[in-house]
């Protein structure tokens, strides 16, 4: 069975587009505009993983991750931080597993996702 994944973005077009991209890799993919929509959705199921931006409205990306890891529910889902604007320490000592820069490398994405996903292929 392929992993769920939650993608927080807020640029509707990159949202859309990374989304499809791991639909076609069999992903399972539920998307969100800011950190109050992933809440909204982990309220509601527990993914495999969460991918999300740092610079997002309503809920800055650093908020979400303190959020997220506070809640015994989901603090255990692996995250993966993404973000042209990256500063990588503020990340990690927030609470995430990996760092990614955009534009997005899909390959490193595709490599750090199987990790705790696998896609059936």
């Not at 740092?54 to 931080?81: C, E, F, K, T, W």
């Not at 500063?87 to 997005?104: E, F, I, N, Y």
């Amino acid at each position: 069975m392929p992993g769920t994944i939650v993608l927080a973005e807020d640029d509707g077009a990159l949202r859309e587009s990374l989304a499809e991209f791991l639909r076609d890799q069999e992903y399972t993919v539920l998307t969100a505009r800011d950190g109050v929509e992933v809440l909204e959705l982990l309220s509601q199921r527990t993914p495999d993983v969460i991918l999300t931006d740092l610079l997002m409205p309503a809920m800055h990306g650093s908020d979400l991750l303190a959020a997220i890891r506070i809640n015994q529910s989901y603090d255990h889902v692996p995250i993966i931080v993404m973000s042209a604007y990256l500063q990588q320490w503020t990340a990690r000592v927030s609470g995430a597993d990996h760092v990614l820069s955009k534009p997005l490398d899909t390959k490193q994405l595709l490599s750090i996702l199987r990790r705790y996903c696998p896609a059936p292929r």
